[in-house]
């Protein structure tokens, strides 16, 4: 299993954890000293367990699932390809115009 590194618990631990408060009747308190976790996280996790089952115990992607205030995709293609053309000099021309230059190579593949 994959842990990030701020993880306190496994799995399996955090199945013990919710099986102590649930079955033995042991106090989220007593069980969050424990396993040296808060005792909101020990709540979470019964929680998580009372609701979901063996599979609310699994780690989460902290992906947000959305983004309101995402850049439209027709803004980032026109951009790339106004990125494109303004990275790549015309073939014609020996050197860029000095009034305005191009934008850096790192600008450009951020929007790609």
Known sequence: ????????????????????IMIEKVTLKAVAAAFNVSRKTAAKWVHRYRTLGLPG???????????????SS????????ACVASCAPPITSPKPPASAPPPSVASCSALS
């Open 1 to 20: 299993m994959d842990l990030h590194q701020n993880a306190r618990l496994t799995f399996r631990s955090r199945e013990t954890l919710a099986n102590q």
């Open 57 to 71: 115990l699994r780690d989460r992607s902290s992906r947000p699932s959305r983004s309101p205030r995402r850049t």
């Open 74 to 81: 027709e803004l980032i293609a026109h951009r790339s390809s």
